[in-house]
């Protein structure tokens, strides 16, 4: 029974978001699960992590990914792998409408209410804004090695995590 609990646990994909990890070739994976609480008969939020095999980096920390489990394990650590970027972080679409979101509002409503009232000058336009990433390196820094921080010191480290 618990062979084949386990070999259709395999089969199921799962939706998580990257977080930052120190693991090269590696990408840890935050997916979010309800757990039944039986005193209670309440559902609560817990976080597992995986790590997933992504040794052409993909994913970038924030980014919403779909995992699925590897036949073999790689490592101790590394059990699943990176299938798809679902949505990229910052560029929020809407899952059933399949529309761009910025806040609470669709952007298309958001472009008509300003046609409707009036365009501002210092308006932000979606259309002409580049694409994530351009700033790597400049303030843009996801992509630079992260570790955990143990211990205070005088300098800060923009890295640390």
Sequence with gaps: ???????????????????????????????????????????FRKDEFYYCHDPVKKCKTGDIVLIQALPHKMTKLITHEIKDVVYPFGDITDPVTGKKVAKA?????????????????????????????????????????????FHVFDEEDPYAV
């Design 105 to 149: 509002q669709y952007r298309e409503d958001i472009e008509k209410q300003a046609e409707i009232y009036g365009k501002l000058d210092s308006g932000f336009d979606y259309n002409k804004a580049p694409a994530r990433g351009w700033q790597d390196g400049k303030k843009d820094f996801t992509s630079k090695p992260t570790y955990t921080k």
């Design 1 to 43: 029974m618990a062979r084949n609990v386990a070999e259709t646990a395999r089969k199921f994909l799962l939706l998580g978001q990257c977080v930052p990890t120190v693991k090269q070739n590696a990408t840890k994976i935050r997916v979010k699960r309800l757990e039944l609480d039986e005193n209670l008969l309440m559902y």
